[in-house]
């Protein structure tokens, strides 16, 4: 244990120091002078993990996220003051980085509000406001729809259509992530399963659905995915699974023998939004990793920035060298399109081609497609 004596050297003799269970701790300052004083200590805690760690294996690095709550002049009860500062360790965590936040009054609101979310998503599901939209994936050189990527929206009662973004993280955090990523995969499945079937031009239509890292740690994931494919009568190379990098931070052990056990099944694993995070490439190395999506920020500078440019024509020859697939999204305009095609890149998503589309648009979008077809096969040559 080489944490606690660094937190140790940062206060002051007679601060408190417990640990609170896994990698939480909680620091109590009595007779701190003011605010100023507990923020400099949050600074020097954050700072205080800064050097790597040493240990048998190697040199590890670890970040701090630090939640302060004052208790003077609040009449807070041990409990709240434990609440609040939890509050603020939240939205320091949220940050991503390694940071510290000091409670105030707009948390509180924030803390309630996502309360009020999970306490409705609880009941999303079986009141049926969970649907899934279709974002079509087209194949760049005929135009074609090839695929579809599963993204899932919350009709709620009151407050209309919830995007992903807002609640996804509730979900995550309140571990009703598993319920619902199940749902929308099942959900995913079967509905590629009809369109291959009912559409004699996309019987080998791809569906991509997006993973959280919880959804994948959970014990029995390989066998949630065997049982949706088995259900929905869908080949397993059909299914891609998106992952972002940050999942195979997390905890890269476990994650990559659970990526390598859920491979053998047969689908196939895309690595979202790359570009973005690390982008280690020792991944694609080890990993059985079948496609990347280039991030839409890279597709939104392709022409205002050359460096952006250079980096997108990388990842493309370098997936190319791989033999996995690549796939830009967030496509929005002719210029990037074609910025894309010179690029060699062969597939793209975005709202160029097609918004994310409700189940019956998009059936709709493939019989268009199937008549097209029959149309061009009938005319003689
Ligand atoms: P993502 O997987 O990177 O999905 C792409 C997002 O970009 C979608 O947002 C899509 O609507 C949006 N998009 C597509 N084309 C364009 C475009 O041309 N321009 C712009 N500006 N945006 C475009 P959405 O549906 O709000 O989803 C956001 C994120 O939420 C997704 O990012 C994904 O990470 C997550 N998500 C969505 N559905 C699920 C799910 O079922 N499970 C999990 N765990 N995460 C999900
Ligand atoms: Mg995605
Ligand atoms: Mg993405």
């Not at 049926?128 to 929206?153: F, K, N, T």
Request: glycine share 8%; hydrophobic share 45%.
């Amino acid at each position: 244990m080489q944490v606690a004596p660094r937190m140790q050297r940062s206060l002051r003799p007679g601060d408190t120091i417990a640990r609170f269970g896994g990698d939480e701790f909680a620091v109590l300052l009595e007779q701190v002078p003011d605010e100023q004083a507990a923020v400099g200590l949050a600074r020097r805690l954050v700072a205080a993990f800064e050097p790597p760690f040493t240990l048998s294996t190697g040199e590890h690095f670890a970040k701090a996220s630090v939640g302060v709550a004052i208790a003077a002049g609040t009449g807070n009860t041990p409990a709240g003051l434990i609440r609040d500062a939890d509050a603020a360790l939240y939205e320091a965590k949220g940050r991503g980085r390694a940071s510290f936040e000091v409670f105030d009054r707009a948390m509180r609101a924030r803390t309630v509000e996502r309360l009020a979310v999970e306490n409705d998503l609880r009941r999303a599901l079986e009141r049926d406001e969970l649907c899934v939209a279709y974002q079509p994936i087209i194949r760049l050189r005929d135009g074609s729809v090839v695929g579809a990527e599963a993204l899932l929206r919350w009709r709620h009662p009151r407050r209309g259509v919830i995007a992903p973004a807002e609640f996804i993280p509730v979900a995550e955090d309140s571990g009703m992530i598993e319920p619902i990523g199940r749902w929308v995969l099942e959900q995913a499945c079967a509905q590629a399963g009809e369109w291959q079937r009912s559409h004699p031009d996309s019987r080998t239509l791809g569906i991509s659905v997006n993973l959280s890292v919880r959804q994948f740690m959970h014990g029995d994931f390989e066998a949630v995915v065997a049982s949706a494919l088995a259900d929905a009568a869908l080949a397993p190379p059909s299914l891609s699974l998106e992952i972002t990098e940050s999942v195979l931070l997390r905890e890269p052990e476990a994650v990559s023998e659970t990526l390598r056990r859920v491979a053998r099944l047969g689908v196939r694993f895309v690595l979202d939004d790359f570009g973005t995070g690390y982008s280690s490439l020792a991944y694609l190395a080890g990993l059985p990793i079948d496609g990347l999506k280039i991030d839409r920020s890279f597709v939104r500078s392709l022409f205002r920035n050359e460096r952006t440019t250079a980096i997108t024509s990388a990842i493309v020859r370098m997936a190319q060298a791989l033999s996995i697939e690549v796939i830009a999204e967030g496509v929005e305009d002719e210029r990037q399109l074609e910025a894309l095609r010179t690029l060699g890149c062969q597939l793209a998503q975005g709202f160029y081609f097609h918004r994310p589309l409700s189940a019956g648009d998009f059936s709709a979008l493939l019989a268009e497609q199937d008549e097209r077809r029959a149309g061009r096969a009938s005319t003689p040559a």
